[in-house]
């Protein structure tokens, strides 16, 4: 059973606007954590953001911040004021399991990823 | 510099031949995983390890090994290389804490099989 999903395979944004990337998520653990990461053409894996199930406060880094909704499980990732290096592809993940570590800890399950294309 | 390193970044192989993909870390992190990633698939687990002398599958284990004989290395043994093995493998470490910052990836091994 697919545990992440990303309906959308890519979306467009104007520069300097926001946008926001679809994630949701399943599992039956009260514990799990949620990234997001970014793949530019060049292959690397950039960690952007993290949410623990039990934080509080939605994360933010910078201009990316974590629309985490628990009770509909999803996890959306906004870009806040695009910028041409923005385009890449997204992945949302998860993590199963606490912070505190456990078999599950080394383990993430991806989504299939949106592709970005940020238009000047 | 610190980090998850493999190696190669590339390799062509034909089909039935073995070969190890490598994957060292210096950050002492405690967890170390494979997965391979497929165009409209994102990363699957292949394998991964909770510390040296502990390994275990993931969602996709079939036509590969691993061992973790120290915490810096985890090699990846492909024991007859098929063309569905064609793929880009990645290396992750993680460790307790981090969250996050706590998960490295290294810069990844596009493996083709002819």
């Known amino acids: 059973a697919q545990k992440i999903t990303q309906t959308q395979p890519g979306m467009f944004v104007q520069e300097k606007e926001a946008v926001t990337l679809d994630c949701t998520y399943d599992t039956s653990d009260q514990s799990y954590g949620l990234f997001w990461y970014k793949q530019p053409s060049s292959g690397e894996m950039i960690f952007l953001i993290y949410q623990g199930s039990y934080d509080e406060q939605n994360a933010t880094e910078g201009r990316y911040s974590l629309n985490f909704q628990k009770a509909r499980k999803s996890a959306n990732l906004v870009i806040s004021a695009s910028q041409l290096g923005d385009s890449a592809m997204y992945f949302c993940?998860?993590?199963?399991?606490?912070?505190?570590?456990?078999?599950?800890?080394?383990?993430?399950?991806f989504g299939q990823g949106t592709i970005l294309t940020v238009h000047p | 510099n610190a980090g998850v390193t493999q190696t190669p970044k590339f390799q062509v192989l034909k089909t039935g031949q073995s070969m190890t993909l490598q994957c060292a870390q210096d950050m002492n992190h405690e967890y170390m995983s494979w997965y391979r990633q497929d165009p409209g698939m994102g990363l699957r687990l292949i394998h991964y390890?909770?510390?040296?002398?502990?390994?275990d599958q993931g969602e996709v284990p079939n036509g590969y090994n691993v061992s973790r004989s120290t915490t810096e290395d985890f090699p990846l043994r492909l024991l007859s290389a098929a063309p569905s093995q064609t793929s880009v493998y990645f290396c992750?470490?993680?460790?307790?804490?981090?969250?996050?910052?706590?998960?490295?990836f290294g810069s990844g091994t596009r493996l083709t099989v002819v």
């Open positions: 390890s909770v510390g040296a002398g502990i390994t």
């Open positions: 992750a470490s993680s460790y307790l804490g981090g969250r996050g910052y706590g998960y490295t």
């Open positions: 993940a998860m993590r199963e399991g606490g912070d505190a570590g456990g078999t599950s800890y080394g383990k993430l399950t």
